[in-house]
Structures are given as C-alpha cells and as structure tokens.
C-alpha cells in the first residue's frame, strides 16, 4: 500500500522556482505534522520544512525564507512551494508523516521527487 507520492520536481535554473505535492493516504496524513526532507547526494537526509495538523510551521535554516510549506486536509496533501533555488537545494525531496512536528516518522519513504538547481 502506497501511502506517499511525491511529485513536481524538475530541472530548474538557480533563483527559480518549484512547487513540489505529496499526495499521502489518508491514514497517514490527517491529525498529524507533515515534513518535507531532502537527501543530495551523498549525505544525509535532512529535515527542511515541517507543518502541524493546526498549520505551526518550521523551518530549517538552508530555506527559511524562501521555502513554503502548505497542507491542503481536503486533499491529504502537503506542499512546498521553493522560491530562489540555489545549486545546493539540488536533491531527491521526500515527504513524511510526524506524529508531532518534532517527532520522528510514520511511514516507510516513498520514491520522492528529484530537484536539480543548475543553469
């Protein structure tokens, strides 16, 4: 059962913009924080952007602002709106649950969606 779909990625030129979605099922998604993480390549994934169930956000310092996060509860759905990407937001982007906003995950990882800041 696949409960994350993350979508939007792309190619895009440095002080671009993205909008990436994760379609989560709806187990996963209502009542608790969502979180967007990335993972370049090779390092660590990395928390960027995580959003309660009330809409509380947080972000890492790397994207504060330029990064969004949104939750769409009708649709079970997170976004992340980037704005002036940088060569060092390029990654594989991923979304998860929390059960809090600073707890850890609920779901294995889904497949994410890869971002590449380039010109």
């Known amino acids: 059962q696949v409960q994350l779909v993350e979508s939007g990625g792309g190619l895009v030129q440095p002080g671009g913009s993205l909008r990436l979605s994760c379609a989560a099922s709806?187990?996963?998604?209502?009542?608790?924080?969502m979180a967007w993480y990335r993972q370049a390549p090779g390092k660590e994934r990395e928390s960027v952007a995580v959003?309660?169930?009330?809409?509380?956000?947080a972000y890492a310092d790397s994207v504060k602002g330029r990064f969004t996060i949104s939750r769409d509860n009708a649709k079970n759905t997170v976004y992340l709106q980037m704005n002036s990407l940088k060569p060092e937001d390029t990654a594989v982007y991923y979304c998860?649950?929390?059960?809090?906003?600073?707890?850890?995950?609920?779901?294995?990882w889904g497949q994410g969606t890869l971002v590449t800041v380039s010109s």
């Open positions: 959003i309660s169930s009330a809409g509380l956000t």
């Open positions: 709806r187990s996963i998604f209502s009542g608790n924080a």
């Open positions: 998860n649950a929390r059960l809090r906003m600073f707890s850890g995950i609920l779901s294995p």
